[in-house]
């Protein structure tokens, strides 16, 4: 065959329509995201009964497709008992554990904008049974809110940070209860239907899929303004002690004065809305940084106000949020700057330095404790531990030790302004770092990314 009949074929097969992947191509996560489309926008639509947590609802995704699909996959767990593509009804099936395989009933062109509409109806909490759901049952609600998945129990989605997009949800409850997620609120809540509320919402800018968040129960929602005038909306669990939520509003509440300090060392705020939710006691695990409206687990207050967390999980509306992991290999690129900045918060607040804090942990950690036999640039599954933090953080400010503090602040101000919006790995990472401070990094990444040891440093950055 000759060079312009091959060339003539492979076109005829690209252009054939094909099954899209059923995982984005991700090597932590195989099945994690599909192939074949990217989502541009989210509208999801619910009715939920904090009573039974009955889930019912549609979601309807505007996307691009990348190849001529014949079917394409949906990362979703909850029944479902229609979907339709472009306006027609498709079949679908499961897959695995997680995937909707969905058959348009017409083959779908390459470059083609389709909508995709599921209607569903469950109880999440007991989708894929005991020990495997993120769904978080509450005593007088639900809170969706995990990493690397939750998608999965309350809309359909290619679940993978990178594939972001825009997002509506309006969410019908009981009256009396709240529902809090995402963005701004365009509108008051509404009377739906006798003895039922819409709260809706709106995130203008992309999203990953982990980072949207949905709050149901008994919320105190305090609405005010930053300084520049941007909505600042949090939402405290009327279940929380007196003690926590004291705790809880000293540390929330410093949100917009965080968030304006943290502007100053990494560029403008990159959405529209502020705050922070804080769930009922003992129903979550920890802090996530939920795009514009962080949630903090009760716990984080039991031992009385924590601003450095507030300072963590905004940071990652930066770095995580707004520049997005390509794969979930590079989870340092979110939790080691996100962490630095709580040192850099510390030093701020005129409390232990971000040297001391180096300091403490290099001299303390022996160097044959996982934390330095685990290289963070590729930890493996699961690629969120404490290392991935700690050493992170440690890797930055070596870093700003390396290139000085002017270099050091342009490249996270560059980092953020050159993929504000997308997604970006450790190799861009390490390139611009390399261009900004003009100096050879590779030897010092490998040493503190890739390397299962205890790097060496100057006697002057390990207290000596």
């Known amino acids: 065959m000759g060079v312009t009949s091959a060339l003539a074929a492979l076109t005829l097969l690209l252009a ?9 191509g991700d090597a932590y996560y195989p099945d994690y995201g599909n192939g ?10 619910l009715h939920y009964q904090p009573a039974t947590d009955e889930l019912a609802g549609t979601t309807t995704l505007r996307a691009t497709t990348t190849q001529a699909l014949s079917s394409f996959d949906l990362d979703f767990v909850l029944q479902v008992s229609a979907v339709q593509v472009d306006g027609r009804p498709a079949r679908f099936t499961r897959q695995g554990d997680h995937e909707l395989v969905v058959t ?20 999440p909490s007991t989708a894929l049974g005991e020990g495997f759901t993120v769904w978080n049952r509450t005593p007088d609600g639900a809170l969706a809110a995990g990493e690397p998945e939750i998608a999965w129990w309350w809309f359909p989605s ?18 009396g209860v709240e529902a809090i997620s995402n963005g701004t609120m365009p509108r008051p809540p509404a009377p739906a239907s006798p ?7 709106h995130e203008s800018s992309p999203m990953t899929t982990y980072a949207a968040q949905l709050a149901i129960g008994q919320y105190d929602i305090e609405q005010t303004r930053a300084p520049n005038g941007r909505p600042v909306i949090y939402a405290y669990s009327r279940l929380l002690t007196p003690e926590l939520a004291a705790a809880a509003r ?8 965080i968030v304006q300090w943290e502007s100053t060392l990494f560029g403008p705020y990159p959405f529209d809305a502020e705050g922070g939710v804080v769930p009922p006691p003992g129903v979550w695990f920890g802090a996530l940084e939920n795009q514009t409206r962080p949630t903090y687990a009760a716990k984080e207050f039991q031992r009385g106000p924590d601003t450095a967390v507030v300072a963590h999980e905004n940071a990652h509306q930066w770095f995580g949020d707004a520049v997005s992991l390509s794969r979930w290999q590079d989870i340092w690129l979110n939790e080691a700057f996100a ?13 232990i330095s971000a040297q001391q804090n180096f300091d403490e942990l290099y001299n303390g950690i022996p160097a044959d404790d996982p934390m330095w036999l685990l290289p963070i640039g590729d930890p493996g599954v699961p690629p969120i531990t404490y290392e991935v933090y700690l050493r992170g953080a440690m890797t930055m400010h070596q870093l700003r030790r390396t290139v000085g503090d002017a270099a050091f602040f342009a490249i996270l101000r560059t980092w953020y302004a050159e993929h504000r919006g997308g997604n970006a790995t450790t190799p861009q990472f ?30 002057t950055a390990a207290g000596g």
């Open 16 to 24: 054939a329509p094909q099954p899209g992947a059923a995982g984005i």
């Open 36 to 45: 074949g489309y990217d989502v541009d926008h989210y509208d999801i639509r």
């Open 104 to 123: 348009p009933a017409r083959p779908l062109p390459r470059h083609h904008t389709m909508t995709v509409r599921v209607t569903y109806a469950d109880v």
């Open 158 to 175: 290619n679940d993978h940070p990178k594939d972001k997009a825009t997002f509506d949800v309006a969410v019908t409850v009981p009256d």
């Open 195 to 201: 003895g039922w509320t819409t709260w809706t919402w």
């Open 250 to 257: 000293q540390s929330v509440s410093r949100t917009a004065e």
């Open 339 to 351: 962490t630095y900045t709580e040192w850099l918060w510390s030093e701020h607040e005129g409390s």
């Open 430 to 459: 390490i390139a611009l770092a390399e261009r900004v401070s003009g100096k050879q990094l590779r030897a010092f990444f490998q040493a503190w990314l890739f390397t299962p040891a205890k790097p060496s440093v100057p006697p």
